[in-house]
Each structure stands twice: as C-alpha cells, then as structure tokens.
Nanobody, 123 residues
Framework: QVQLVESGGGSVQAGDSLRLSCAASGRFFTSYGMGWFRQAPGKERMFVAAVSRSGDNTYYDDSVKGRFTISRDNDKAMVYLQMNNLHPEDTAVYYC????????????????WGQGTQVIVSS
C-alpha cells in the first residue's frame, strides 16, 4: 500500500513557473514507476509525465515536453514536477500516481493515486 499526497499547486500567470511535489508513504517506493496526470474541467484525466524507478529515465506528453521536468528523490520518497512557461491550457487538477511499470503513460497501469492539487494559469 502506498499513500500519495500532492502539494504545490496554485494560481499563476501565463509564463510563470510552479513546482509540484508528491510525498509517498508506505513500503517499496523504489519498486514503483511514478507518474503525473492532469484533469481539466469536463475532460478526462490525461498523462503528463513519468519517471522510472531509478529516476534515470523520463517520458513526457508532447504538450509539456521542453517545459515540464519530472524527477524523484528515492531517499525522501518524493516525486516532483517542475513546470515552466505555464500556459492557460495547463489549468487542471494534477495527480501523482504510483505502481506502474517504468514510464507507463496509461491510467490503468497505475495502482495508487493522490487526491490532486489544483493549478490555475491565467492569461
């Protein structure tokens, strides 16, 4: 069992940056690939980024490539999403997820989910 708690969301202007954090508790954190997803109002939850168990490999949706960076600190059981040059279309609730094979992009590959953190980007 893994519990995930996201933080770091907020309201910003277009072009600003935010850093989301995901604190994991429970056993075997390093056994899990980790990911970030987001859900805009009225839309499905979509893949954003994934990081491998070791943290050495990452994978991004094309919409955030070059602007967002996912990372993890296995000693602290933390996952981060650095978001730069935010666009209004990045507005969504962002969810941290665990339990997938490395670099999975599909929701069904993830077992554990956080409660989400809201990001609002104004133009």
């Amino acid at each position: 069992q893994v519990q995930l708690v996201e933080s770091g969301g907020g309201s910003v202007q277009a072009g600003d940056s935010l850093r989301l954090s995901c604190a994991a508790s429970g056993r075997f954190f390093t056994s899990y690939g980790m990911g970030w997803f987001r859900q805009a109002p009225g839309k499905e939850r979509m893949f954003v980024a994934a990081v491998s168990r070791s943290g050495d490999n990452t994978y991004y949706d094309d919409s955030v490539k070059g602007r967002f960076t996912i990372s993890r600190d296995n000693d602290k059981a933390m996952v981060y999403l650095q978001m730069n040059n935010l666009h209004p279309e990045d507005t969504a609730v962002y969810y941290c997820a665990a339990g997938a094979p490395n670099l999975a992009s599909m929701r069904r590959h993830y077992t554990y989910w956080g409660q989400g953190t809201q990001v609002i980007v104004s133009s």
